[in-house]
């Protein structure tokens, strides 16, 4: 399988996705990231059993607060997959691709630029 | 017991009739006009009336208020007051201004949770609880003194009284609970609507077993319900409420149009059973805005005319 | 422990908008186990925080630090040097925290991040349940080990009202009734018979109601 996806994205590993936390996901848009994708295996599927729930749940609430200080829940997705789904790790990656196209940069890297 | 009689409720008892009292919930305004209204229509069929303190925690005119204006109409009140509003020196000063008008009967409680209420944001008092109450009332007029100790000048006179519930939980210290309350001082006891006939009759077992019945004197509850609809509700939506199923079931199979009868019906033929036994002395008919039955009710359970004491 | 909960960052953002430097300071005690206040919920709320003013066009300097305690000198001390650089503190202590932090920094702008709920367990990952209201005179020994001022909502301290139904109080399905756990230890303890002692009145000059309490103890002071 020699599938494309976009550039734009930079994969970080972690052992799990019950391993990202809310502090990663806004780390990441702290330093300029104009999006978020946090991919986990399919429900039932979790080696630790529960990691993607909870992925899900730190997910959910990360949207929340993104909407309450301006930079936006939709820049923030998570997609279930299985861990040899290339074709839709493939599509997905394009899809938030096009949808962080849709919304332009990360509204912070305007500002930052701006107050300096 | 006591055998002068504090008021006419207690000599009623203390002569050994079935006593028989209702209760009357005071208007949302300052119109005295719907309680004595009330008070009018079941005067003579009852020996005291209970005047609610502001029940279901939603805020009314208060019990000690409409107890003078029955008072004053010559209908005996009974003061109802739960410890949810007041800390130990409104208690105590409540109580003595009761005395000052002679109110001669007082219920002790501790008042439902103001959640249920119109002001559920509002603080809850409980310095004391309805135990502590009979204890604080019964100090007061027996040996004539303050919680803190001094002398009373004119102590209060009261025949002093309990709720009790015995279809709660848990069932088995419903009996010692019981016990609780009259080694507090309770006097007589007005307990929760009847309607589980079976487990009323188990629950006066145990209180006869214990001799509870010749320290207390024991009001059987009564509600008539006015449809099917307020059957289910207190069965399904009313705590600490044991309502049978055959007895929803009646309700709901009566045409809509006789409802109200059958809720009358069901209500004396409690009454009947209540009198056989042991240990009931009388009854509390609580008719919750629809106090027109109650004459209706006492006339046909036969506790009609009242017995002429005075 | 004390339990405490984040507060709305809505909330937070209406005490310091108008700020341009700021310090969220984090506690390394309750707070932290209850997962309100401690340097993870630190870095969350600064980094929300950074992101909220960018996003207002201001690039406003928050800096995070988390001390092992708010209610000692020794560790309030630890900011001594820096306290003063901000315009605001935003602390994610409790309200003894909090107040400590306000004493010792007079001039200082101190704002609460938190709200401190109650004295409470961890019955289990994500939720903390109330066990003591902190009476000054403790009665555990008369109730079976199971504290009906914290757990009964009307305090009841002679048993169950009328509103116990299937071991749950009328306020809330989900609330055990105090006084069903309270007799249900008993009868475990073969001590059912102590139900019927009354409890006196109880003495609350030692609660709240006495007035702020304080605790002296001589043989230990320096």
């Known amino acids: ?45 979790c080696h630790f059993k529960t990691g993607n729930f909870r992925a899900r749940k730190r997910v959910e609430q990360a949207q929340k607060l993104l909407d309450t200080i301006g930079t936006g829940g939709e820049r923030l997705k998570m997609y279930s997959l299985g861990s040899g789904d290339g074709p839709p790790f493939a599509k997905y990656a394009t899809e938030m691709h096009e949808k962080i196209k849709e919304l332009g940069p990360n509204p912070i890297k305007k500002h930052k630029k701006n107050a300096a | 017991m006591s055998d002068t009689a504090r008021s006419r409720l207690h000599r009623m008892l203390l002569e050994g009739h079935l006593a028989v009292t209702s209760e009357c919930g005071p208007p949302r305004g300052s119109d005295a006009e719907s309680i004595k209204k009330k008070a009018e229509m079941i005067k003579d069929y009852v020996d005291a009336v209970n005047i609610t303190d502001n029940q279901t925690s939603v805020t009314r005119l208060c019990s000690m208020a409409a107890c003078i204006h029955l008072k004053l109409m010559g209908v005996e009140p009974v003061l109802q007051m739960v410890t949810r509003d007041r800390n130990r020196i409104a208690i105590q000063s409540d109580i003595l201004g009761a005395a000052s008008f002679d109110i001669p009967n007082m219920l002790c409680l501790s008042g439902d949770h103001q959640s249920f209420g119109d002001c559920p944001q509002g603080q809850n008092v409980h310095d004391i609880d309805s135990m502590q109450l009979i204890q604080t009332v019964r100090l ?13 000048n004119r102590p209060p006179n009261m025949f002093v009284g309990a709720a009790a519930n015995p279809f709660a939980d848990p069932f088995e210290i419903r009996v010692p609970r019981l016990a609780k309350k ?27 077993d214990r001799g509870l019945h010749e320290k207390v004197y024991i009001l059987a509850g009564v509600t008539p319900f006015k449809s099917a609809g307020m059957a289910k509700f207190m069965k399904n939506r009313v705590p600490g409420m044991d309502v049978p199923d055959e007895v929803v079931k009646r309700m709901a199979d009566t045409p809509k149009e006789k409802q109200p009868e059958e809720g009358i019906n069901i209500c004396i033929e409690s009454i009947e059973r209540l009198k056989t036994i042991k240990g009931v002395s009388g009854f509390h008919i609580m008719a919750i805005e629809w106090e027109q039955k109650v004459p209706e009710i006492v006339e046909r359970a036969e506790l009609y005319p009242r017995p002429k004491i005075d | 422990m004390i339990i405490a909960e984040k507060k709305p960052i809505e909330e937070i953002i209406g005490y310091i908008d108008d700020c341009e430097k700021l310090l969220i300071l984090g506690c390394n005690e309750c707070v932290t186990v209850c997962e309100a206040g401690g340097k993870k919920e630190v870095g969350v709320l600064a980094s929300a925080l950074r992101m909220y003013f960018l996003n207002q066009g201001r690039e406003v300097k928050i800096d995070e630090i988390t001390l092992e305690r708010q209610c000692d000198h020794e560790y309030l001390e630890e900011i ?16 003894v925290g909090v107040q400590f932090l306000a004493e010792k920094y007079h001039s200082q702008r101190v704002y609460p991040g938190v709200n401190t709920c109650f004295l409470g367990a961890t019955e289990e990952r994500g939720r903390w349940t109330e066990r003591c209201q902190a ?11 199971i504290c009906p001022i914290a757990r009964c909502a009307k305090r009841l301290l002679n048993g169950p009202c009328g509103g116990s139904s299937n071991g749950k109080c009328e306020i809330n399905p989900e609330l055990d009734c105090a006084w069903q756990l309270i007799i249900d230890r008993l009868k475990a303890l073969g001590r059912l018979e102590d139900y019927e002692k009354l409890l006196e009145i109880k003495d609350w000059s030692t609660d709240r109601a006495g007035g702020p309490r304080k605790v002296v103890r001589e043989d230990i002071q320096i």
């Open chain 1, 1 to 45: 399988m020699r599938l494309n996806y976009p550039t734009s994205l930079r994969i970080i590993r972690v052992p799990c996705s019950g391993k990202v936390d809310i502090i990663h996901i806004l780390r990441a848009f702290e330093k300029g990231a104009d999006g978020v994708c946090v991919f986990s295996c399919m429900d039932g599927d």
């Open chain 2, 140 to 152: 007061m007029r027996d040996e004539g003194k303050f919680l803190g100790g001094a002398e009373i």
């Open chain 2, 182 to 208: 009259v080694a507090a001082g309770a006097e007589f006891i007005q307990t929760q609507c009847i309607y589980n006939l079976d487990k009323f009759e188990e629950w006066m077992k145990g209180v006869c």
């Open chain 3, 80 to 95: 001594r040097d820096v306290a003063d650089q901000y315009d605001a503190i935003v602390s994610l202590a409790c309200g």
């Open chain 3, 135 to 145: 009476c000054g005179t403790c009665i555990l020994a008369y109730t079976g080990g």
